[in-house]
């Protein structure tokens, strides 16, 4: 156990000796934040409204949907309030089950405090609509839209970003950092030569796994501290269940770093290896952009794929203040993910 403990020391050591290991593993997600701070996804042109409707007749909803300037989606009641109480809908229209397209009926439009511009725009469009359905039946009066104001947390886009950025950098760190570090160990014979010292080569590669497991843990702090400090995150979650999910994440991408560095003889072969594997789940995994907008096809693959399960475990825990039970299937997605790469590390790794 002192070996051990030692090991881990200089293995400790050796990592923050690199200051490009520094740069890459902590300084670079932060500076990818800082830039996209800049940009404002929240503004695009388009109101976005979730509609509920409880009647049969769809003549509304089908005189909404061809406006450009409204982002319209279909949804239950609570679910859709629910994500106006989050930020994501500007405003949320509830349509009775007894709306006809000639009749007085109430309609009730929930509108977000926070996006008074957007819910302005877009109640001047909706109302605008009625007043075409009236005139297209030549029927008076006009449906009455009762409004409503609804506070909400009003994320931002750094909200979304920063667990997915942090995500990435577990995954980039974890089969990068081991790939080419042990790589390198290997074409230097250094892993050779450790075989015939008295230690345990077990040792060696825990306290590698530990190492990296502890930056990883030092990620996570550093992240959603200066999140909260300089980026305005809305963070609600426990940082206790944000490194549970981030060290779970972290053994599955690290195992894939070991499996790399097993097959691959030199840098040149293990940098187009690594980048099949993370440039899919980099693009297709929710870290820069919400996965709803993918193809049918495509969004289900991805649900698989092991950063979504980490982006959206991190990202639940942060901004919904989700426990370890609400993302239970992320975490069981990165358990399986963790036997199945941990097996073909094992298989795969070699010393010389």
Known sequence: MRLKAKLI???????????????????????????????????????????????????????LKPIQALKISMGREDDELARLKKGERAMVLVIPASFQPIGQD???????????????????ILQRALDELVFRQNHLPRHALRTELVNSRNLSYIDFLLPGILAMSIMQSGVFGVAFGFVILKKRGILRRLLVTPMQTNDFIIAQVSTRLLVLMTQVLIMVGAGVLFFHLHFIGSIFNMIVVGLLGGVVFLSIGFALSGISKS????????????????????????????????????????????????????????????IFPQLLGLAVWSVITLFIAVKAFRWE
């Open 267 to 326: 840098e040149d072969q293990v940098a187009p290896l690594a980048n099949v594997i993370t440039l899919p789940m980099l693009m297709l995994s929710g870290v820069f952009f919400n996965r709803s907008n993918l193809p049918g096809f495509a969004h289900v693959v991805t649900d698989f794929f092991p950063l979504t399960y980490l982006a959206d475990g991190l990202r639940s825990i942060a901004i919904e203040g989700a426990t370890l039970t609400d």
């Open 106 to 124: 109430s309609l009730t439009l929930y509108l977000n405090a926070e996006k008074p511009q957007e819910t302005e725009a877009g109640r001047l």
């Open 9 to 63: 020391a200089a293995s400790f050591k050796m990592f923050i000796r690199q200051r490009e290991a520094i740069i890459w593993t902590i300084l670079l997600p932060l500076f990818m934040v800082f830039l996209f701070s800049f940009v404002n996804f929240d503004g695009l042109g388009h109101v976005s409204v979730g509609i509920v409707n409880h009647s049969q007749d769809t003549t509304l909803v089908n005189i």
